[in-house]
T-cell receptor
């Protein structure tokens, strides 16, 4: 198992463009999480899936953000009409039901210019 | 709401020095507590955890004890190495929630 994989590692986009990130969790993990981390801060929770169901969304997840996990395996996070304030590291993590603590991916660094 | 407060860094120590990184929390339920470590250029890794009061988590020479009476989960290591240089995050997950609430992180720099 290669752990939690995120693609791309880096993304530079112009303000107003749409971007999509992909996360491939550890294969047997049924829970998947998205977090956002800005420079000098800890990660902030965005959303959480159990299998294909999105069970919790943070207030940080504005209507420009959408996340999917269509078959309960990989997940995508899309940001529409990007703004400079969206520049951050986007982290994905996964876990097994009943487990405490996650496995994080290395993240996708988004820069909006 | 839930919150985690960590001591500000950077913390700069010489090799073999004793390390303490303070962490206090506020939670509405009975949280589980975690320390994560982020090495340069890498993702966060779970370092240790404790799920109830008086539990001690330990890993790689690091320890932290869940103190309900002081709402604290301080990270300690008796003798740090240069390879311990990283950013350390304290986090909690409150009762019935899957989301983690993180502190802002403490950068540790260990000099040879």
């Amino acid at each position: 198992d290669t752990g939690v994989s995120q693609n791309p590692r880096h993304k530079i986009t112009k303000r107003g463009q749409n971007v999509t990130f992909r996360c491939d969790p550890i294969s047997e993990h049924n829970r998947l999480y998205w977090y956002r981390q800005t420079l000098g801060q800890g990660p902030e929770f965005l959303t959480y899936f159990q299998n294909e169901a999105q069970l919790e969304k943070s207030r940080l997840l504005s209507d420009r953000f959408s996340a999917e996990r269509p078959k309960g395996s990989f997940s995508t996070l899309e940001i529409q009409r990007t703004e400079q304030g969206d520049s951050a590291m986007y982290l994905c993590a996964s876990s097994l039901e009943g487990e405490n603590g996650y496995t994080f991916g290395s993240g996708t660094r988004l820069t909006v210019v | 709401g839930d919150s985690v407060t960590q001591m500000e860094g950077p913390v700069t120590l010489s090799e073999e020095a004793f390390l303490t990184i303070n962490c206090t929390y506020t939670a509405t339920g009975y949280p589980s507590l975690f320390w994560y470590v982020q090495y340069p250029g890498e993702g966060l890794q779970l370092l240790l955890k404790a799920t109830k009061a008086d539990d001690k988590g330990s890993n790689k020479g690091f320890e932290a004890t869940y103190r309900k009476e002081t709402t604290s989960f301080h990270l300690e290591k008796g003798s740090v190495q240069v390879s311990d240089s990283a950013v350390y995050f304290c986090a909690l997950s409150d009762t019935g929630r899957r989301a983690l609430t993180f502190g802002s992180g403490t950068r540790l720099q260990v000099q040879p």
